[in-house]
């Protein structure tokens, strides 16, 4: 059958239509590379680091963005074409070919810190960091240079203020040794030179009781009577004082006590000085804790002392010990009492040295017991704290950190 001119031949259309697939295909193609090399260029150029692109076989620059341009302070066409050796910024460090070498082995050099001067002169510290990729068919390698010279600054002077506090904490160490040292020394002189007047002071007004006592007034034998007295005192605040200088000594020795035994084991104590009184004691359930238990027992002798004190112009006395709080973070203890209590608005006064808030005549003591119980219980981490009425009883409240892995709990 002989072909009409200007007659379709059958396929015809099909080739057509796949040639216009084609080539809409290849546009989109193209417009998505134009959009893809659209958004690295803008990627590039907004970049907050600097970015060198290099023709890998030559070393030479072939593109610069713009933050690395006003880092360094060279312009596009200063950089574009030369090797990073030759650019003035980076002839101090390893060569241009060694970079190279390196990248052609490894496709990746790292520099943590490289100095670099600038060309206004100044110095400055980058993180340099370059790898090996492939565009339009040849190798190229990327160098991403980002400034790290304020965290520098700020390591160098985290570094100085270190050291600063080291030099610091070694002097104040030195002055510390100094000061337990003479601490020490004066401790000696209170123990063995203070001590010997005083027991001369008693000895002899002891003599002078039995060879004169017959012939002195009533007002001669109240005076001996008075200086023996105050001997004795003294004696006492002497080694109140030992006492409360050793306490911040010695390493804590901290263990699982048992605190109702420590209570049954510290009223025995006060049993012959309490045998003609009328007191009762009202002891509550303790829990466990974790502390030294010699310095613990102290405290509540100390605390059961000034109860027992305390009441003693009542003539029926009541003492309780108990638990305010017990929990995973601390537990609280208290001594309560009926006696003649105190003015609330001293309660911070109450653990200080020598702060007494009765006079000796009212109740005896050194004014040194309730400092000793707080300075132990600040070294095991806890509180103390009271309250109270005059003439209306107090209430005396110290807490035990329980700390991570120790025991809690009855």
């Known amino acids: 059958m002989t072909e009409q001119p200007g007659a379709q031949v059958p396929g015809d259309d099909t080739?057509?239509?796949?040639?216009?697939?084609?080539?809409a295909q290849a546009e989109h193609s193209e417009q998505t590379m134009r959009a893809s090399e659209l958004s690295y260029r803008r990627l590039f150029?907004?970049?907050?680091?600097?970015?060198?692109?290099l023709d890998a076989a030559t070393g030479?620059?072939?593109?610069?963005?713009?933050?690395l341009i006003d880092l360094l302070g060279f312009s596009h066409a200063e950089m574009v074409g030369r090797t990073v050796g030759e650019l003035s910024p980076f002839k101090d460090i390893v060569s241009n070919q060694a970079i190279l070498e390196r990248l052609q082995e490894h496709h990746y050099v790292r520099y943590e810190?490289?100095?670099?001067?600038?060309?206004?002169?100044?110095?400055?510290?980058v993180e340099f960091v370059?790898?090996?990729?492939?565009?339009?068919?040849?190798?190229?390698?990327?160098?991403?240079?980002?400034?790290?010279?304020?965290?520098?600054?700020a390591e160098d002077e985290v570094r100085r203020l270190h050291a600063e506090l080291e030099q610091r904490v070694i002097e104040r160490t030195a002055q510390l040794k100094s000061a337990n040292a003479e601490l020490e020394a004066f401790s000696y002189s209170v123990s063995h030179d203070l001590r010997a007047p005083l027991r001369h002071v008693i000895g002899f007004?002891?003599?002078?009781?039995?060879?004169?006592?017959?012939s002195l007034?009533?007002?001669?034998?109240?005076?001996?009577?008075?200086?023996?007295?105050?001997?004795?005192?003294?004696?006492?605040?002497?080694?109140?004082?030992?006492?409360?200088?050793?306490?911040?000594?010695?390493?804590?020795?901290?263990?699982?006590?048992?605190?109702?035994?420590?209570?049954?084991?510290?009223?025995?104590?006060?049993?012959?000085?309490?045998?003609?009184?009328?007191?009762?004691?009202?002891?509550?359930?303790?829990?466990?804790?974790?502390?030294?238990?010699?310095?613990?027992?102290?405290v509540l002798v100390n605390l059961l002392s000034n109860a027992v004190k305390f009441t003693s112009q009542r003539s029926e006395a009541r003492i309780e010990i108990g638990c305010a709080s017990d929990n995973v973070d601390e537990s609280v203890i208290f001594v309560r009492d009926n006696g003649a209590g105190f003015d609330p608005r001293y309660a911070g006064k109450l653990f200080g040295v020598f702060q007494r808030l009765h006079s000796e005549a009212e109740f005896e003591g050194t004014g040194i017991g309730l400092a000793?119980?707080?300075?132990?219980?600040?070294?095991?981490?806890?509180?103390?704290?009271?309250?109270?009425?005059?003439?209306?009883?107090?209430?005396?409240?110290?807490?035990?950190?329980?700390?991570?892995?120790?025991?809690?709990?009855?």
């Not at 103390?384 to 009425?389: F, H, I, K, L």
């Open 217 to 298: 007034s009533d007002k001669g034998l109240q005076h001996l009577k008075t200086i023996s007295h105050s001997a004795k005192r003294m004696g006492a605040l002497i080694d109140d004082l030992l006492t409360f200088s050793r306490i911040g000594k010695a390493a804590l020795q901290q263990m699982q006590v048992n605190l109702d035994a420590l209570v049954r084991e510290t009223l025995s104590d006060f049993q012959l000085e309490t045998q003609e009184r009328h007191i009762t004691w009202d002891i509550h359930p303790l829990p466990m804790v974790w502390a030294d238990r010699s310095l613990l027992r102290l």
């Open 130 to 153: 370059s790898n090996v990729y492939e565009a339009d068919g040849h190798k190229v390698i990327q160098c991403n240079i980002r400034d790290i010279t304020a965290r520098k600054h």
């Open 45 to 53: 150029e907004t970049a907050q680091d600097g970015i060198l692109i």
């Open 205 to 214: 007004v002891k003599l002078l009781q039995q060879d004169t006592g017959s």
């Open 113 to 125: 810190d490289l100095p670099l001067e600038t060309r206004d002169g100044r110095h400055i510290a």
């Open 15 to 23: 080739r057509i239509e796949k040639a216009e697939a084609r080539t």
């Open 372 to 410: 000793n119980v707080q300075r132990i219980i600040h070294r095991h981490g806890g509180r103390v704290w009271a309250e109270g009425a005059v003439d209306s009883g107090a209430t005396f409240y110290f807490s035990i950190p329980q700390l991570n892995g120790a025991p809690h709990g009855t």
């Open 60 to 67: 030479r620059v072939s593109d610069v963005n713009r933050f």
